[in-house]
């Protein structure tokens, strides 16, 4: 993960950034570009499934989706990518995962002084 500098690289190596088409007055289709490590995104959708139940973010996101009307593959490959930047984003700041972190602009209020 130390060769990519954005979450959105990690995404796109393992294959789980959206591919939109569009052509003149079709209807726009998406789906998963697929161009990226088929190993990975294959482990990353066997942890998504059990991060869907058990991490309360990819299961806010999951059950969101769902409630929009999403199909569940697309609500399981989001919960995938959350599930990678969540990984990404502790290695970077080499710190556990912290369920309960809010970001840094969102704890500026909660300081205590």
């Not at 959708?45 to 309360?56: G, I, K, M, P, V």
Request: net charge positive.
């Amino acid at each position: 993960m130390e060769r990519f500098s954005k979450a959105k690289e990690v995404v796109q190596f393992a294959g789980l950034s959206p591919q939109i088409e569009q052509s003149g007055k079709s209807r726009n289709r998406a789906w998963l570009s697929k161009r990226g490590n088929p190993y990975l995104r294959k482990l990353l959708f066997l942890c998504a499934l059990t991060a869907s139940r058990y991490n309360s973010q990819c299961r806010a996101l999951y059950e969101r989706l769902l409630g929009r009307g999403k199909p569940r593959k697309v609500a399981l490959a989001a919960s995938a990518s959350k599930l990678l930047r969540q990984a990404n984003a502790s290695l970077k700041r080499g710190v556990p995962y912290d369920l309960h972190y809010l970001g840094e602009k969102r704890n500026v209020g909660l300081q205590r002084t």
